[in-house]
């Protein structure tokens, strides 16, 4: 029996960013410590699955710059941003109903 080496599909190029290599997902699975190296060293990894993309595997640190920092400083300077600064909104307050309670 001989062993054949498996190697990812053939890179597909992505504008200004470089090959960016694609795996099936037999083979993410089957190398998954080298498919965790290789997005760590090298970007971003592609895994297909019936040849269609699926997931992307990225390192931790570029997941992290990717998601940003969560303060609500976009939203606060967005809501500050708006035409409509001046309209004042008053929530519609209704009347609940009280229960009578025995004691």
């Known amino acids: 029996m001989t062993s054949k080496a498996v190697t990812p599909t053939a890179p597909a ?4 960013t470089g090959p960016q290599p694609r ?3 037999q083979d993410a699975k089957a190398r998954f410590s080298e498919l965790v190296r290789t997005a760590h060293r090298h970007g971003p990894q592609q895994v297909t699955v019936h040849g269609r993309d699926a997931v992307v595997v990225v390192a931790a640190q570029e997941f992290q710059r990717l998601q940003g920092e969560r303060t609500g400083e976009m939203l606060i300077e967005a809501l500050q941003a ?5 309209i004042t909104l008053a929530p519609r307050r209704s009347a609940m109903p ?3 309670v025995k004691l």
Do not use: I
């Open 82 to 86: 708006c035409p409509h600064r001046e």
């Open 13 to 16: 190029a992505q504008a200004g």
């Open 98 to 100: 009280v229960r009578a």
């Open 23 to 25: 795996w099936s997902l």
